[in-house]
């Protein structure tokens, strides 16, 4: 069968990585080609990378960081962040990434999952989508949020990833914001609830601190892969560890 | 030794340029195939109507290519492209080997991620690639072949499905051996060696 992935996840800002909190307070976490081959040695099975830069200088260096890493590695990676249309997209797939990751201009424009998907294939369009919890009437819902998590859009995450699915998304990447970069566990409900509802496979990130809640993110969320940021950038463990932990627990991955 | 990597528009070259590089092979960039060049890598991604529309005005050079023996080594699309037809859409293979491509029967497609090739078959290909080694696809189809004989490895995503196919110089990967770590780096390297021979 095919194995759980371990994806670590780089937000670039003009040129560097950095980390923050719920999208904020971002500190640096290193040189991005030099963080990428080190997970690539220490066995990730793919990588992420997102541009946070808001500048046209920064989406530039973006476009060098993406030759770069292509050049250096040798599994896969997707690259979000800026990707207006599927020019863009075309743009960072030429530079040599393997996935466009698509987030704002696909809520304001859904035909752009669609224009990306059909001229390069459901395999290279991945959905991003950031979520956070929302209580209505004693009622728990996921509402998207565009623009880095800034905006709220009104949509239902669930039918939202939906949604990307029938418009020729071939995988979603689900931050659950509530969790980002607090290392408390995965939003293992929001998780659950847009597995079990879509035939692509999901990405589960936000909120990895612990190397159980990789394992609950996958049994208990359905996540069919695991992206995580600070815990790796800051040394908390290492890839090597957490996919030990998973095959002790059963779970396949790729050793 | 020179490569030729066919640049039909299909495929993200970047990645197998730099792979196929990195081995110590010197890469030309092809509209179709030559006779100046050793070996030849087709790398697609995408949809088989598209491939097959894009390959449609060199299906004579490719076949001329591949049935003078001539070292080919199709990836993903490229694989598929192999192959009569798709249920994909509409538009030929080359009809090298004969089967169709279908959709892959499981809970949840396109496969992507890190699976098991196991070999079915020897083959120079995968010399030194033991049972159980995990390559990278991303695929939603996959072929069908009428001839067992040219399945040379094997995955299994809800079904068993060929991974890997070959006859005489040609070959087939459905994963992608450039993001594939070190198991695809052997089998590119294994291709380049059996080319040279």
């Not at chain 1, 973006?62 to 997707?78: G, K, M, W, Y």
């Not at chain 1, 669609?114 to 509402?143: H, K, M, N, P």
């Not at chain 2, 528009?9 to 990195?22: D, H, M, Q, R």
């Not at chain 2, 080997?97 to 890190?114: C, I, Y």
Request: charged fraction near 20%; hydrophobic fraction near 40%.
């Amino acid at each position: 069968m095919i194995a759980k992935r371990i994806i670590p996840c780089l937000d670039v800002h003009h040129g560097v990585v950095v980390k923050g909190v719920s999208f904020r307070e971002l500190q640096t976490a290193g040189d991005p080609v030099a963080l990428a081959s080190k997970y690539v040695e220490d066995g990730a099975d793919e990588l992420a990378l997102l541009d946070i830069s808001a500048s046209i200088e920064g989406r530039e260096t973006f476009v060098d960081v993406i030759r770069r890493v292509a050049s250096e590695i040798n599994i896969p990676f997707t690259v979000g962040g800026g990707v207006r249309s599927a020019e863009d997209a075309y743009r960072i797939l030429a530079n040599g990434a393997d996935k466009v990751a698509v987030n704002t201009a696909a809520i304001q424009n859904p035909s752009i999952i669609s224009q990306i998907s059909e001229r390069f294939g459901a395999q290279c369009t991945v959905l991003a989508i950031d979520a956070r919890r929302e209580y209505d009437s004693g009622r728990v819902w996921f509402q998207v949020y565009s623009h880095s998590a800034t905006r709220p859009t009104g949509l239902d995450a669930v039918r939202w990833a939906k949604k990307g699915e029938e418009l020729g998304a071939g995988e979603i990447l689900l931050t659950s914001i509530d969790q980002d970069g607090r290392r408390t566990g995965y939003d293992i409900e929001l998780l659950r609830r847009i597995s079990s509802i879509v035939t692509i496979p999901v990405i589960a990130s936000g909120g990895a601190g612990d190397l159980r809640h990789f394992l609950e993110a996958i049994k208990q969320g359905g996540a069919d892969a695991v992206l995580a940021a600070s815990v790796f950038h800051y040394g908390i463990y290492t890839i090597k560890q957490v996919k030990e932990y998973l095959i002790s627990q059963g779970v396949e991955v790729r050793l | 030794m020179k490569v030729g990597i066919l640049n039909l528009g299909l495929s993200n070259l970047f990645s197998i340029t730099s792979a196929v590089k990195k081995l110590g092979a010197e890469v030309i960039l092809l509209e179709q195939p030559t006779t100046e060049i050793d070996a030849l890598v087709f790398p697609g991604v995408g949809n088989f109507m598209e491939g097959a529309r894009r390959t449609q005005g060199i299906m004579g050079e490719l076949l001329d290519y591949i049935s003078s023996g001539a070292p080919y080594l199709g990836v993903c699309l490229g694989m598929q492209l192999l192959f009569e037809s798709s249920e994909e859409g509409p538009g030929d293979g080359l009809g090298f080997f004969r089967g169709e491509v279908r959709r892959l029967r499981a809970a949840k497609v396109p496969h992507m991620g890190w699976n098991k090739i196991t070999p079915v078959r020897p083959s120079p290909l995968i010399e030194d690639v033991q049972p159980g080694e995990y390559a990278y696809f991303m695929h939603s189809y996959a072929p069908r072949p009428v001839e067992e004989r040219i399945v040379i490895a094997i995955t299994s995503y809800g079904e068993d499905f060929p991974s890997i196919v070959g006859g005489g110089a040609v070959f087939g990967t459905q994963f992608h051996p450039e993001k594939s770590g070190r198991t695809g780096e052997k089998i590119l390297k294994n291709y380049l060696q059996a080319a040279k021979r």
